[in-house]
C-alpha cells in the first residue's frame, strides 16, 4: 500500500505539489487579507477598503507562491541573474491577470452581488488558485524541450 502511495504521488508529483503549496498560499492570502482588512477597517460597507486589503494580500501571496513554485513544484533550474528576472516577470505579469481577475470578481460579489467579503475571497481564491497553475505550467516554467 506505501509503495502504490508512494507511486502515486511520483507519477502526479508536481499537480500534488502545486496542490499543497496552492493551499499554502491560500492560507498566507487569506491570513494578509484578514490582517489587512482589520487593520484598515474594512467591512462589506467599505468596498474600497475590502479591494485594498485584497491587493495587499495578493502582493503578499504572489511572493511567496513565486518561491514556492520555483523552488519545490516546478522545480526552475533558471540561474543567471536575467533569466531569473525574466521567470519573475513572467510569473508576476501571470499573477496580474488572476490578480485583476480576483478584483473584478470581488467586486462584483461583495458590492454589487451583496455577499459576505470573507466567502467572496474564498470563492476568489478557488478560481485563481486554478488559473495560475494554468499559465504557470504552461507560460511561467515550461519545460525547454531537448
Known sequence: MIKF???????YEEA????????????VNMAAYAFAAWALGADDDKVALVLAATVFAWVVAVLFAY???????????????KAVWKEFSAFVGARIVTGVMELVIMYVMVDLAG????????????V???????????????????
Open 5 to 11: 502511495a508512494w507511486d502515486m504521488y511520483k507519477k
Open 16 to 27: 500534488v505539489s502545486y496542490l499543497f503549496f496552492g493551499f499554502l498560499a491560500f492560507v
Open 67 to 81: 518561491w514556492t513554485n520555483r523552488t519545490f513544484v516546478f522545480k526552475s533550474k533558471v540561474k543567471e541573474k
Open 115 to 126: 455577499i459576505g467579503n470573507m466567502f467572496a475571497k474564498f470563492v476568489c481564491n478557488v
Open 128 to 146: 485563481v488558485i486554478v488559473s495560475n497553475y494554468i499559465f504557470s505550467k504552461l507560460l511561467v516554467f515550461k519545460k525547454k524541450e531537448g
